[in-house]
């Protein structure tokens, strides 16, 4: 007879488990994790650790909102799931109107699916269609952002930076011309090759995995009057900075630009649920509609329009516009940027940003993902912050905490966040 295992579910995640972005041949300790209620993670051992990375920027107002776990609960019992392919269901039909009521100008059509790479996949397959199905075939290049992250499928690979995630699946990407967020560039490849594009993909504003660089407006506003010079759809990827996280609902409203599609997840369901939508103009939607079956656009997921994902969608629109979510982060960000610049000296070896509730703090040394600083941030991290939970990209330390986060918990942040970096920066001090 087997021998049950008694050692404790932690301990047993090493022999079942494989988790994202984790080398499993480093000894790096897991946090064990239990409950969560608004900013606050809550680990086995009875320990809290403060959520300052949003759980992977996803959890937007806070964990456990009782207006969303009310709705989860409110719609599982009514309707749970149905497909969406020859039905249709009130939580959606209520949240596409809602979204393209408060997206940009011009989005008029939602598209369901899971996740950020979802959205992604999405709107690249409709934007390459869409052109070809103008009679324009030769458009078969995507432009995209130098450090651009969109996912990890196929095609949200393509359009990534490969370095240093998707070098290995090189040889099965399709066409992709970079460069960085600089109008000079932009003008010259879009005048090289803009004719064969079909269309441009950005992170609007701040790149995330990228380590919160900037994408300034002036080169949105660019990029949009380029892409219409040139017959190229505009794609933007809010998939992170959606629902307030730069201080604006959208962060294309900081640029007063349109895009022709906007990807959302994370924060579209408060965090709570995995659910994305690739929203599009009437122009592309239209591109699909005929009464040909074969030029229908063929593509869906089996959770596509989830009813109780839509559900708490909408719930949690009702507390970006109760709760002034947007208005909430800029606070947010505001007191950590403060607390951070007063508890550390200047210095050339120090790069600070902001983005509404971002904060970012670019330390001197090799940049990218694998800087030999990450490993020293990281461990810096698990040392000196036991109660805020950070985790570094490459070179660059940066929080962005939900919502609901306090001003007492934001000063929390900033002494964690200036401890880490002055350890990393005076290591012979600490
Ligand atoms: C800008 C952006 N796009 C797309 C994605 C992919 O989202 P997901 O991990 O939900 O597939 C991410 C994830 O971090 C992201 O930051």
Not at 7 to 27: F, L, N, S
Not at 105 to 129: H, I, N, P, Q
Not at 239 to 260: H, Y
Not at 282 to 293: H, K, V, Y
Request: charged share 20%; aromatic share 8%; proline share 5%.
């Amino acid at each position: 007879m087997a021998v049950a295992d008694t050692r404790p579910w932690w301990e047993r995640d090493a022999d079942v488990c494989w988790h994202p972005y984790t080398q499993h041949g480093q000894a790096e300790g897991l946090l064990a994790i239990r409950g969560a209620a608004g900013a606050w993670l809550e680990l086995a051992d009875g320990r809290k650790i403060l959520d300052a990375v949003s759980s992977w920027w996803a959890c937007l107002h806070g964990h456990g909102h009782p207006q969303l776990v009310a709705a989860i609960a409110k719609q599982a019992a009514t309707l749970d799931h149905v497909l969406f392919a020859g039905c249709t269901h009130e939580p959606a039909v209520r949240l596409a109107e809602r979204l393209c009521a408060v997206a940009p100008a011009g989005l008029t059509r939602a598209f369901y699916s899971d996740d950020g790479s979802t959205a992604v996949e999405v709107a690249l397959k409709a934007c390459y269609a869409a052109a070809a199905r103008r009679g324009e075939q030769g458009r078969t290049l995507f432009l995209a952002l130098e450090g651009g992250y969109h996912g990890d499928t196929f095609g949200a690979m393509a359009v990534g930076d490969p370095d240093p995630f998707f070098r290995e699946y090189g040889d099965l990407m399709f066409q992709v011309e970079r460069m960085p967020a600089d109008v000079g560039a932009l003008e010259a490849l879009m005048a090289a090759r803009g004719a064969e594009a079909a269309a441009l993909i950005v992170e609007p504003i701040v790149q995330g995995a990228a380590g919160m660089a900037s994408v300034p407006p002036a080169f949105l506003q660019a990029a949009r009057r380029l892409c219409d010079e040139h017959g190229v759809l505009l794609i933007a990827d809010e998939v992170m900075t959606g629902f307030g996280r730069t201080g604006t609902l959208f962060a294309c409203e900081q640029a007063g630009i349109s895009p022709d599609a906007l990807c959302l997840s994370k924060g579209l369901t408060g965090g709570m649920l995995p659910l994305a939508a690739t929203l599009f103009s009437e122009a592309i939607f239209e591109a699909f509609r005929s009464d040909d079956r074969s030029r229908m656009f063929f593509h869906g997921h089996t959770f596509t329009g989830h009813a109780i994902g839509c559900a708490v969608a909408l719930a949690s629109l009702d507390v970006v516009e109760a709760e002034g979510t947007p208005a909430r982060m800029e606070a947010n960000g505001r007191r950590i940027e403060a607390g951070l610049r007063s508890a550390l000296e200047e210095g050339d070896d120090l790069a600070w940003r902001r983005f509404g509730g971002i904060v970012a703090v670019e330390l001197a040394g090799e940049s990218g993902y694998l800087s030999e600083v990450g490993p020293r941030l990281k461990a810096a991290c698990r040392e000196l912050s036991p109660d805020v939970l950070l985790r570094p990209l490459g070179r660059v330390l940066y929080a962005m905490p939900p919502a609901c986060t306090t001003e007492a918990e934001c000063d929390l942040i900033a002494t964690r966040m200036a401890a880490i970096v002055q350890s990393v920066r005076h290591p012979e001090s600490a």
